[in-house]
């Protein structure tokens, strides 16, 4: 065959339900090691916050989970959801980020649409065929379960091409027979219909490799001719028209009979068969080639056009895309409930995963959370393939009780000694990177007292199924524990004082994050050893302003965990979190910068002391220290390669 099938597929859907066909159709014609994108599209109305289609956006990707149950065994599928004003432009959009080759619309075959209208097919399917930047396919949906027969009329061009290789591949995959017609005017002479014959043979040898007929006929009316031909075919494929004048010299097959052209979008004829047909049509056009002229006047201006790009991206407003990033990485825990569904996704994307559980005194609550995370994440479903405790020199029994339940256990200090030891979440973190191998990486706290499976796997969900995803920070409501009682709201208050307002003052593209301090997250190893750790309690706020400057907004992901209950700290404690916080992002803003933005920057912490006949102030040495990405350790990198 003269050029190869498409390798991706985008195919948006409105309703999830009827998408068996589409993928059937998709998976034939795409090659072998291809990917399919099922896209649904999350309308919003001018004037209210992208942001507000989150809860929409989860439901959409619910609804898409059930195209999976329609996938042929060992095809690949992806599923996305967009937000967006117009369908068509999310589509577009979401077809140049995916650099699709071809775009699959489902049609009903009401022009209009279902309710009617002016367009030719759809108000969206028009707009984007007219600036679609791949092949397009419409499929009038009348189903395709059992295919024996397809027609396939042709009249040569570079649509005609891509209609043949389409409905060769699926003759290929349903074993069907290929009847390839073209219709000559009647009375042509047996010399011309002789010659129309050979040249039809020579395109079906130059473009098709299954079983495929050439069938010519002489008509007055090529349309009329072409519905005779599709009342004993199952399936009819068809290439837009092309004008007489962009036909190529020497077609053979493309001398254009009467009736074939028309305005439109693939021409009056396609257009004309695609809605009186009666069986299923897939209507093809070729992404159009530029004139030369037209593309020495695109080199020229190109210069002029990514200028005027850099400086509409430098204007885009910030909150408008925290808007959109809100309502479109924003996922819900049950979304990927389905453990067996991430193990396959895990096994066909050929990765590891590693869960760590940093500890220091946890003897309370670690054992638990061992046992559930190695019973249901390891032995139940095999969804994790290690699982390290990563200590903090606890004076109590985490350690002993940690392995006892079956986890590998090391304290940090005794991980690169020759890098020496800090104290502090930070470090144990870091160190983590060293002492396993998984590609990805979950970390969960452990001084929760109802610790579920959806703390890890929650995070892990995007990771798997969106690739754009580097990193996910969980989220949760946060209950906390007073006299004993528990009692709802009141938790995260070091996020709410000193995190969130930092944030929204001097790093607004994370704002939109929920929880920026939450304990629970994950990431793809290999943006995690590229970045530097805060030692202390500076790390999560140290990952994700670095984590942004590397893979920006859209590589970040955040999960609702829905609730967690843990060990809550006394305000001087969170006194102590805030200073170390405040040191980190002053320190980020003055790198950002580069610029000495403030004459001290302060590592001690004067606390005030009173009691009876005393007044005192303590002076408290806290900062953080930073350690370097672990892709600059040379024993890491000596490591890599021995598990490589």
């Known amino acids: 065959m003269s050029a190869r099938l498409p390798e991706r597929i985008l195919i948006p859907l409105a309703n999830p339900r009827t998408a068996a066909d589409l993928v059937r159709i998709g998976a034939s014609v795409m090659d072998r090691s291809g990917c399919l994108v099922a896209l649904g599209i999350v309308e919003i109305p001018e004037g209210v916050p992208l942001s507000e289609g989150a809860t929409r956006a989860r439901h959409a990707r619910r609804l898409l989970q059930q195209v999976l149950d329609f996938v042929p065994e060992g095809v690949e599928l992806r599923t996305l959801v967009r937000i967006g004003r117009r369908a068509a432009e999310g589509i577009l959009e979401t077809a140049a980020e995916e650099d699709a080759d071809l775009i699959v619309f489902g049609w009903s075959g009401t022009p209009g649409g279902r309710r009617g209208g002016e367009a030719i097919f759809t108000p969206t399917i028009d707009a984007v065929v007219r600036d679609a930047p791949c092949d397009i396919a419409v499929v009038k949906q009348r189903g395709v379960e059992t295919v024996r027969r397809i027609l396939v009329p042709v009249r040569g061009g570079p649509h005609a091409e891509l209609a043949l290789r389409f409905a060769d591949a699926l003759g290929r995959r349903m074993d069907a027979e290929v009847a390839v017609l073209h219709v000559l005017p009647p009375d042509v002479g047996e010399g011309v219909h002789v010659e129309a014959e050979r040249a039809l043979q020579a395109f079906i040898r130059q473009h098709a490799r299954g079983r495929s007929v050439p069938l010519v006929r002489e008509a007055l009316n090529v349309r009329n001719a072409i519905l005779r031909e599709a009342e004993s075919a199952d399936l009819l494929v068809m290439g837009a028209a092309v004008p007489a004048a962009a036909t190529p010299p020497g077609a053979g097959v493309a001398a254009a009979a009467p009736g074939t052209r028309g305005g439109g979008l693939f021409g009056a004829l396609p257009e004309h068969i695609a809605q009186k047909a009666r069986t299923t049509v897939i209507v093809v056009k070729t992404r159009e080639a530029p004139s030369r002229a037209a593309f020495e006047r695109a080199a020229q201006q190109a210069e002029t056009l990514e200028a005027v790009d850099r400086a509409a991206e430098a204007k885009r407003s910030v909150a408008a895309r925290v808007d959109r990033w809100f309502a479109e990485s924003n996922y819900h825990h049950s979304e990927f409930a389905d453990l067996r569904r991430l193990v396959a996704l ?26 559930r995370a190695r019973v249901e994440l390891m032995e139940q479903v095999p969804l994790v393939d290690e699982l390290l405790v990563v200590d903090s020199a606890s004076t109590d029994e985490t350690r002993t009780i940690a392995a006892a339940e079956g986890a590998r256990v090391v304290q940090h200090p005794a991980v690169l000694p020759a890098y020496g030891s800090y104290r502090g979440k930070g470090e144990a973190l870091w160190k983590s990177l060293f002492e396993t191998s998984g590609d990805l990486i979950v970390w969960c706290d452990t001084d929760v007292q109802d610790w579920e499976p959806r703390l890890a796997y929650g995070t892990l969900g995007p990771l798997l199924t969106e690739p754009r995803i580097a990193y996910v920070k969980g989220y949760y409501q946060r209950p906390i524990v007073e006299g ?75 999960v609702d965990l829905e609730r967690r209950v843990h060990r809550n700290q006394e305000l001087e404690g969170l006194s102590r979190m805030s200073f170390v916080i405040l040191q980190a992002v002053m320190k980020r803003l003055e790198e950002r910068h580069r610029a000495h933005l403030f004459a001290e920057l302060g590592s001690t912490m004067k606390l005030p002391r009173s009691g009876r006949d005393r007044l005192s102030l303590e002076v408290i040495e806290l900062a953080d220290q930073e350690r370097p990405p672990m892709i600059r350790i040379p024993e890491y990198l000596e490591r890599r390669r021995g598990t490589g």
């Open 346 to 371: 895990k096994e066909q994307q050929n990765v590891t995963i590693s869960l760590i559980l940093p500890t220091l005194n946890e003897a309370a609550t670690v054992g638990p959370i061992v046992r």
């Open 484 to 558: 004993g009682v528990l009692r709802e709201g009141g938790g995260g208050r070091v996020t709410e004082l000193v995190a969130r307002p930092l944030i929204n003052l001097f790093f607004p593209e994370l704002s939109g994050m929920i929880q920026p301090l939450a304990g629970e997250y994950a990431g793809r190893r290999t943006l995690l050893e590229t970045i530097p750790f805060f030692t202390g309690y500076a790390v999560e706020i140290g990952h994700l302003i670095d984590i942004i400057e590397r893979v920006g907004l859209e590589g970040l992901g955040q």
